[in-house]
């Protein structure tokens, strides 16, 4: 259980549990789901509070792994890490495993069979290990992998992708019990390349908008929020739409008003839309900063990504001729514009990754970190 109060989704997470456990007749392997929503809306809790519960009361065995969970770790160990804790809890399965090794005896399993094992490139591969799983639990299983897109920014990462494809068509065939994928991101540029792509793990995934939070959502805010006057619930739902649907900024809100002991009654709902708008203001201005800080290089080529979205080649002269566009467009005159080549682009977009405003996946396509930088850039 979180330590602070959640407001449950049990209606959502049930419908969307009961789809992705849907066998349909008309696709033999169903790829998994996508689910998009922007930062900070409440993903990461829906799936851990809501959506799995939801699973595992239909019956399904589910496996979450957040590959943000430790950003120094390759993605691809964290997934391992995963399905290895699975495997540790049912011994019988890893008996299995180690009998297949060739590790024998009557030993209790475990000790002489290490689950490290388990892995890309490693003696038992995530498929080997999902089939015995499965075999084992008798239920379906449910890979929940949280910020899916950060798997294609290693190597082994994009593996690992192409191996749960090869397990989940293992496991959804008659001799297993079925493998679900659920993936979640932040940003949709960045989960469509997980999916467009024929040579993609994920080609033809339904990617689904994940709901924000509703005005059930803010009605329980108002009635929680512990403040010494009631908040009015439409007035806190136009605040809400205004930050984005994120939580948030709500709560921190709130606790800018509740340490103030002088606030009267009557003023609680004024002062707390000013703190609202404080709040979006100053979650704008920390972007802001960092893009104000920039060279003009860095600027236009992050405007150039930003226009292209998906469409985006870096280093093709249509593009550098973007480039210098974009320069001239915000007063570089030929004279004082920087140099653009092929070198000059990719020093900008290392600077931006280093800056966390670009991502890069493992094979050098970009996208922007954050899609909101987009509307800032346009501001
Ligand atoms: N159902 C909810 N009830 C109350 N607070 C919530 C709820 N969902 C999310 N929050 C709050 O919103 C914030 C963001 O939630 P969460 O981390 O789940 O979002 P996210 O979309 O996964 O974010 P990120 O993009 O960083 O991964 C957290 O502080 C969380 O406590
Ligand atoms: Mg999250």
Redesign the pocket.
């Known amino acids: 259980m979180a330590d ?1 109060p ?2 449950p ?1 049990p209606g959502l997470a049930s419908q969307l549990a009961a789809q992705i456990l849907h066998q349909s007749p008309t696709s033999s392997s169903p790829s998994g789901v996508f689910l998009a ?1 922007p ?8 799936v851990r509070e809501d959506l799995r519960p939801a699973l595992q009361a239909k019956g399904a065995v589910v496996i979450y792994v957040d590959l943000w969970a430790d950003r120094h770790v390759d993605p691809s160990e964290l997934l391992a890490v995963a399905i290895r804790t699975e495997m540790g809890r049912h011994g019988h399965a890893v008996q299995k495993i180690a009998k297949g090794l060739g590790i024998s005896g009557g030993k209790v399993a475990g000790l002489e069979f290490s689950l490290d094992r388990i892995g890309i490139g490693k003696d038992v591969t995530l498929v080997q290990a999902l089939a015995v799983l499965s075999d084992e639990v008798k239920q379906p299983m449910v890979l929940v992998i949280d ?1 899916a897109q950060h798997a294609l920014t290693s190597q082994a990462g994009m593996d690992s992708l192409f191996a749960l494809k090869a397990a989940r068509d293992e496991l959804n065939s008659s001799a297993h019990h079925g493998l679900r994928l659920v993936c979640t991101g ?1 940003n949709r540029d960045k989960l469509a390349m997980l999916r467009s792509s024929k040579d993609q793990a994920f080609y033809g995934a339904p990617l689904v908008a994940f709901p924000h ?1 509703d005005k059930d ?1 803010v009605a329980w805010f108002c009635e929680h929020v512990g403040l010494s006057a009631e908040l009015a619930p439409e007035a806190v739902w136009a605040l809400f739409e205004k930050a984005g649907w994120r ?2 900024l709500l709560g921190a809100a709130a606790d800018s008003l509740r340490f103030d002991f002088q606030i009267q009654p009557a003023d609680v709902q004024e002062r707390f839309s000013a703190a609202v708008a404080e709040q979006i203001d100053a979650a704008a201005c920390e972007t802001l900063r960092v893009v104000h800080a920039l060279t003009p290089l860095q600027t236009a080529v992050l405007r150039v990504l930003a226009d292209s979205g998906t469409q985006y080649r870096p280093f093709e002269a249509a593009t550098l001729e973007k480039y210098r566009e974009a320069l001239s467009a915000a007063g570089e005159s030929a004279e004082s514009a920087p140099r653009v080549d092929v070198t000059a682009v990719q020093a900008a977009l290392q600077a931006l990754q280093d800056k966390s405003l670009v991502w890069r996946a493992a094979r050098g396509v970009y996208a922007l970190e954050d899609v909101s930088l987009r509307e800032v850039l346009a501001a």
């Not at 930062?39 to 829906?46: A, E, L, N, P, V």
């Open positions: 602070t959640i407001f989704r929503a930062r900070r809306t409440g993903k990461s809790t829906f910020e932040s939070l959502y939580p948030e």
